[in-house]
């Protein structure tokens, strides 16, 4: 079973930037597809971009216009989300999370990802 563990997160001002990082320790990393994930009070968690296995396929939630990057460093078995413009709505607990199967292509859904992170905290302030 794969660790991984977010860092990275803080309390930042809306317009500026953070770059999330997951470093993945234990397993496998550079085979599967990764996911970011984000969960707000009282919200169900809800998906932010998911990169495949070879980092060529990325995807992102539609509401993000085009603030937040999705990459990964295979050799560094690290995942990275790079989010500017940074909106006090954007405030959540944000997971990084490994798929479930091998040499995937990334998905939205949290049922296709069966190891999470424990998650790093981003506040915006307005």
């Known amino acids: 079973q794969v660790m991984l563990v977010e860092s990275g997160g803080g309390l930042v001002q809306a317009g500026g930037s953070l770059r999330l990082s997951c470093a993945a320790s234990?397993?496998?990393?550079?085979?599967?597809?990764m996911g970011w994930f984000r969960q707000a009070p009282g919200k169900e968690r809800e998906f932010v971009a998911t990169?495949?296995?070879?980092?060529?396929?990325?995807y992102y939630a539609d509401s993000l216009q085009g603030r937040f990057t999705v990459s990964r460093d295979n050799a560094k078995n690290t995942l990275y989300l790079q989010m500017n413009n940074l909106k006090p709505e954007d405030t959540a607990v944000y997971y990084c999370?490994?798929?479930?199967?091998?040499?995937?292509?990334?998905?939205?859904?949290?049922?296709?990802?069966?190891?999470w992170g424990q998650g790093t905290q981003v506040t915006v302030s307005s």
């Open positions: 999370a490994r798929q479930n199967l091998k040499f995937s292509y990334g998905s939205s859904r949290p049922a296709d990802f069966d190891s």
């Open positions: 990169i495949s296995w070879s980092g060529i396929e990325l």
């Open positions: 234990g397993g496998s990393f550079s085979t599967y597809g």
